[in-house]
């Protein structure tokens, strides 16, 4: 099983920045792509960004430019740069990775608990 662990959510202003990590930990042989999604209260979770274990970085429209995400293959963490926060970021920001956990060759997807990140006007 692989445990994942974020933090570094909060309340911000608008306008601010905000950088989130998550820890990933247990029995892990391999991650292949890492990411963050977030959902707002009543509407589905979302895609934020993605990374591949080889740098490949993936961006939804409404955080491109804004949002930098980052990875540490040898912590197993991937973090989340976010600058020039708006209102509408305001979600509980949740931690994937899709990782293999023995010799055979099956990826699953694991999630963390979430971290609530607020940003007021």
């Known amino acids: 099983q692989v445990q994942l662990v974020e933090s570094g959510g909060g309340l911000v202003q608008a306008g601010g920045s905000l950088r989130l990590s998550c820890a990933a930990s247990?029995?892990?042989?391999?991650?292949?792509?890492m990411g963050w999604y977030r959902q707002a209260p009543g509407k589905q979770r979302e895609l934020v960004a993605t990374i591949t274990s080889g740098g490949t970085t993936k961006y939804s429209d409404s955080v491109k430019g804004r949002f930098t995400i980052s990875r540490d293959n040898a912590k197993n963490m991937v973090y989340l740069q976010m600058n020039s926060l708006k209102p509408e970021d305001t979600a509980v920001y949740y931690c994937?990775?899709?990782?293999?956990?023995?010799?055979?060759?099956?990826?699953?997807?694991?999630w963390g608990q979430g971290t609530q990140v607020t940003v007021s006007s």
């Open positions: 247990g029995t892990i042989f391999n991650i292949n792509v």
């Open positions: 994937n990775a899709n990782a293999r956990t023995s010799f055979r060759p099956v990826y699953y997807d694991y």
